[in-house]
């Protein structure tokens, strides 16, 4: 149980051009997802916090008009960047949480090129 | 609000051999704590946690990890290591008020023959 999906797992655009990736939680659901960004040999650094029906939360420093995050439903969250950059190219891994519980359970990352 | 130390970037292992990761935490209250493993270009997962109770925790793949108040540390441990256990591995600290994790910078670690 727990499983939480990501899509695509791999994903290539040119600069300018937007990508959404799809997070869902599949046997749970999850009030609470999370969206992380990682660059290569580098720890997780959360990006924002998305709550079903209610607009993220964002961390410091993260732009919310780049990152669009949308949590439409128990089951799914997107994140879409938006005019993206070469800069944006990372590792981004989205998370969930069941109710009340303090334990997150990890998609398998969609690694993200910008060319 | 809540931290995570690894001392250690990168440990190298003799298969076999015993490890230990360091992990440090910062926390007013008592803390929620994790261990993560991550392969290469894969996502996370988790070998073991502690919320509350027995302070020896026993994960996945032969890890065990203690909480250690007093010195407010929770390291990961494994008997004997095997090639596979060659990864990154991260510790971080939950806050039970937003479910936020943070996360040490992780420990690179790899196995020689």
């Known amino acids: 149980g727990a499983v939480v999906s990501q899509h695509p797992s791999w994903v290539i655009c040119k600069s300018g051009t937007s990508v959404k990736i799809e997070c869902r939680s599949l046997d749970f659901q999850a009030t609470t997802m999370f969206w992380y960004r990682q660059f290569p040999k580098q720890s997780l650094m959360l990006m924002a916090t998305?709550?079903?029906?209610?607009?993220?939360?964002?961390e410091q420093g993260v732009e919310k008009d780049k990152f669009l995050i949308n949590h439409a439903s128990l089951t799914l969250s997107t994140l879409t960047v938006t005019s993206a950059h070469p800069e944006d190219s990372s590792f981004y891994i989205c998370s969930a949480i069941q109710g009340a519980r303090n334990e997150q359970y990890f998609g398998p990352g969609t690694r993200l090129t910008v060319t | 609000a809540q931290s995570v130390t690894q001392p250690d970037i990168h440990i190298t292992v003799s298969e076999g051999a015993s490890l230990e990761l360091r992990c440090n935490y910062s926390?007013?209250?008592?803390?929620?704590l994790f261990w993560y493993v991550q392969s290469p270009g894969q996502g996370l997962q988790l070998l073991l946690k502690?919320?509350?109770?027995?302070?020896l925790v026993q994960g996945i793949k032969g890890f065990e990890a203690e909480f250690k108040r007093s010195q407010s540390s929770f390291n990961l441990r494994k008997p004997s290591v095997h090639w596979s256990d060659a990864a990154e591995y991260f510790c971080a600290v939950v806050s039970p008020n937003d479910y936020k994790l943070s996360f040490g910078a992780g420990t690179t670690v790899t196995v020689r023959a």
């Open positions: 502690y919320f509350s109770g027995d302070t």
């Open positions: 926390y007013g209250a008592t803390p929620y």
């Open positions: 998305s709550n079903e029906g209610s607009k993220a939360t964002y």
